[in-house]
């Protein structure tokens, strides 16, 4: 069965930092690009990151960028997300998402359960 | 960054009666592959994103024929033929074209 589960969720302090984990499984983890998507609590989808197979090709979204650090351990089949410099607008549930093909860049048709990030003091 | 408009916000629906959405992008989803990049998902209650509609009309797999999509340039429809119980939930349109990807504010969808 083709799965993905996050964890490292928890709440932390506003300036803090955070690792995000999404464990693959069921699938050959090293042909796909992975991505990471967040909800605020109440909102809508926002994407947050994107690295490709071999993670030579790294994308952001703007309101993370040189906070957030995308990586991924293709023996642990394992995508990662860094969150540093927490702030209280990061809070929400991380979704991590996987292409619906090998080679793809988008179109994301596995989603985890999500891990929930609360920054808060 | 390429903007992603959805209207309605809200969609109350009539079990068996039809509904859409609509999607606008800032500018054109049009990839020099000649295919659009404009892929429709659907948040149910509690749950995760679910992918509905790829490439602006292709159905993902195990989704029902009554969902369908259209659209070029920077217009995009979901239509749902004949709505059922089981339908209700957020619908967002996202567009692949380049990064950032971005989403669409969401429809909700729900029962009359």
């Known amino acids: 069965e083709v799965q993905l589960v996050e964890s490292g969720g928890g709440l932390v302090q506003p300036g803090g930092s955070l690792r995000l984990s999404c464990v693959a499984s069921?699938?050959?983890?090293?042909?796909?690009?992975m991505h990471w998507v967040r909800q605020a609590p109440g909102e809508g989808l926002v994407w947050v990151s994107r690295m490709n197979s071999d993670g030579s090709r790294i994308d952001y979204a703007d309101s993370v960028k040189g906070r957030f650090t995308i990586s991924r351990d293709n023996a642990k089949n394992t995508v990662y997300l860094e969150m540093n410099s927490l702030r209280a607008e990061d809070t929400a549930v991380y979704y991590c998402?996987?292409?619906?093909?090998?080679?793809?860049?988008?179109?994301?048709?596995?989603w985890g359960k999500g891990t929930t990030v609360t920054v808060s003091s | 960054d390429i903007v992603m408009t959805q209207s309605p916000v809200s969609l109350p629906v009539t079990p068996g009666e039809p509904a859409s959405i609509s999607c606008r992008s800032s500018?054109?989803?049009?990839?020099?592959?000649?295919?659009?990049?404009l892929d429709w998902y659907l948040q149910k209650p509690g749950q995760s994103p679910q992918l509905l509609i790829y490439?602006?009309?292709n159905r993902a797999s195990g989704v029902p024929d009554r969902f369908s999509g259209s659209g070029s340039g920077t217009d995009f429809t979901l239509k749902i033929s004949r709505v059922e119980a089981e339908d209700v939930g957020v619908y967002y349109c996202?567009?692949?074209?380049?990064?950032?990807?971005?989403f669409g504010g969401g429809t909700k969808v729900e029962i009359k």
């Open positions: 069921g699938f050959t983890f090293s042909s796909y690009w």
């Open positions: 500018q054109s989803l049009l990839y020099s592959n000649g295919f659009y990049y």
């Open positions: 996202m567009q692949g074209l380049q990064a950032p990807l971005t």
């Open positions: 998402g996987r292409p619906r093909s090998s080679g793809w860049a988008q179109v994301m048709d596995v």
């Open positions: 490439l602006v009309s």
